[in-house]
């Protein structure tokens, strides 16, 4: 029995009493600007008919243009099945079928050069999973993983909060230099930098994570490019993560390069490529993402976790179907979604640039990667957030680049995935606030958004990065002339 006295110092020692110290870590952590405006997004979303006032969700990453599609394909009868061994536990790795549809689908879209091998593939419930599941296995906490900044913030608590892993950003900058041909240009030199800095720091680099087609910034790799990366990987032994889940949703002229196309990998064992339903094919309720990886280690340890990740059996068989239609993908689905992907996308950049907005260039994703710069009242991330929070005052949801740990204020991510006349009410609120000289008008900010420090991004307990001055954040801001525009 414990006695009083031991009663009072437990009380003492814990914060957070009931937690252990790893759950009051995890509890303890800040939600981040990208949670704290979707929470206000959902208490007061704008409907055209309900709630015309209400706020417009630019920030979040969802392809809404081919719910249409998707439904009707969804509620034909060949997908209205359900025997009871759906209902039963099945092979946490995946079912078998639903595998070798998948293996079928990516060997035809990603244009491997042989049949994909279903024994190869994990199903699990979303790509964030598959991150949480691969970064524990693959490195013990406090492990290092090499990333190029700006980059989806949501990683960093996917790899932090089971595995401990913590991100090493590659800072890019919208300054071309004579080495690069574009604005966020990554570089084989500027990923040795960051690794021996790491290194000097006592970091344990273990992988490289690269997000192709890239969110924010909608690029896609040069084949080159990535097969250079993956050289620079195995020459340190990094495995290599790479996040394919915008893989078909590209709509210019730039070619996409899978990983999983390329005749030869320089290290199979430790290339690991991730995809899912959410981007795609516009499904992220829906909740599936793949893992595809030859290391016969590594999969065994990730199917172990898979068994906390699964996937219900009557959505495998469901998609399963999906997949194997592809009359209806190529002729239907696919066609359709680029063309609306491609509509949308040039609408929001034409209404952008009336209001003086430079965009990337870009040719892959959901979004745009907007130049708010000239907008800020000082080139400080303290003038990114107030502009984002003055925006969302005027029911705006946009997503500021210190979401995605972009060295360089003034950046936004805008999502564009959405109908045409919600794009034209979105440039009219941007218009109305940012030219008619509201730009002054005095908005608390809330409270936890104008800490100058970086960067706290998206929803992060982790605060754990390769650090860079707020100084050396700001340096490459000077370089405006030199962005790619449309
Ligand atoms: C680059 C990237 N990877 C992974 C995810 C998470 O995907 P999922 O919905 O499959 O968990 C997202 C979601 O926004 C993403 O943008």
């Not at 210190?402 to 805008?414: D, I, M, N, Q, S």
Request: hydrophobic share 35%.
């Amino acid at each position: 029995m414990m006695t009083d006295c031991c009663k009072d110092e437990r009380k003492e020692e814990a914060p957070c009493p009931g937690l252990s110290a790893r759950g009051a870590l995890i509890a303890g952590g800040d939600n981040g600007m990208l949670e704290k405006g979707f929470d206000m997004y959902i208490r007061d979303p704008f409907d055209a008919e309900q709630n015309p006032q209400g706020i417009l969700n630019f920030g979040t990453s969802e392809n809404k243009l081919c719910y249409d599609l998707i439904q009707g394909r969804l509620t034909r009868p060949d997908i209205n099945y359900l025997e009871p061994h759906l209902l039963q536990y099945s092979d946490v790795q995946g079912i078998k079928s639903f595998r070798e549809e998948i293996a079928k689908f990516l060997t035809k879209y990603a244009k491997a050069p042989s049949a994909l091998d279903p024994e190869h593939i994990t199903v699990m419930n979303g790509c964030c999973s598959v991150f949480a599941a691969l970064s524990t296995v693959l490195c013990d906490p406090g492990d290092g993983y090499l990333i190029p900044a700006p980059y989806y913030g949501g990683i960093n608590s996917k790899t932090w909060l089971y595995g401990g892993m913590q991100p090493v950003h590659v800072p890019l900058f919208s300054e071309v230099t004579n080495k690069e041909s574009r604005p966020f240009q990554l570089t084989i030199e500027k990923l040795e930098t960051a690794l021996h800095q790491a290194m000097e720091q006592g970091i344990r680099v273990r992988a490289l994570i690269l997000i192709n087609p890239h969110n924010p910034l909608g690029d896609i790799y040069p084949a080159q490019l990535l097969k250079e990366c993956l050289e620079f990987a195995h020459r340190y032994k990094l495995h290599v993560i790479m996040d394919e889940i915008y893989m078909l949703s590209v709509y210019g002229d730039t070619t996409f390069t899978s990983i999983l196309s390329l005749d030869s990998l320089p290290d199979p064992d430790r290339t690991h490529f991730m995809w899912g339903f959410s981007k795609d094919f516009g499904m992220c309720g829906v909740r599936v993402g793949i893992l595809y990886t030859r290391n016969n280690e590594v999969r065994k340890a990730i199917n172990k976790l898979a068994v906390f990740h699964g996937c219900p059996g009557p959505v495998q068989y469901v998609l399963s179907q999906f997949l194997s239609d592809r009359e209806w993908l190529d002729n239907v689905f696919f066609p359709t979604n680029r063309r609306r992907l491609k509509e949308a996308q040039n609408t929001l950049v034409d209404g952008l640039a009336e209001i003086g907005i430079p965009v990337f260039k870009s040719s892959g994703g959901l979004y745009i990667w907007a130049d708010f710069r000239k907008f800020l009242k000082s080139q400080t991330f303290e003038a990114e957030m107030d502009l984002w929070w003055k925006l969302l005052q005027e029911k705006l949801l946009i997503s500021p680049g210190k979401a995605f740990y972009c060295y360089e204020p003034g950046w936004f991510r805008l999502v564009f995935s959405d109908s045409i006349d919600k794009i034209y009410l979105c440039i009219q609120r941007l218009q109305d606030f940012l030219l008619h000289d509201n730009t002054d008008k005095s908005i608390p900010i809330c409270s936890s958004c104008v800490k100058n420090e970086y960067p706290e991004s998206d929803d992060e307990p982790c605060t754990n990065y390769m650090t860079t001055s707020m100084d050396d954040v700001s340096e490459g801001c000077s370089h405006m002339k030199k962005i790619a525009v449309f």
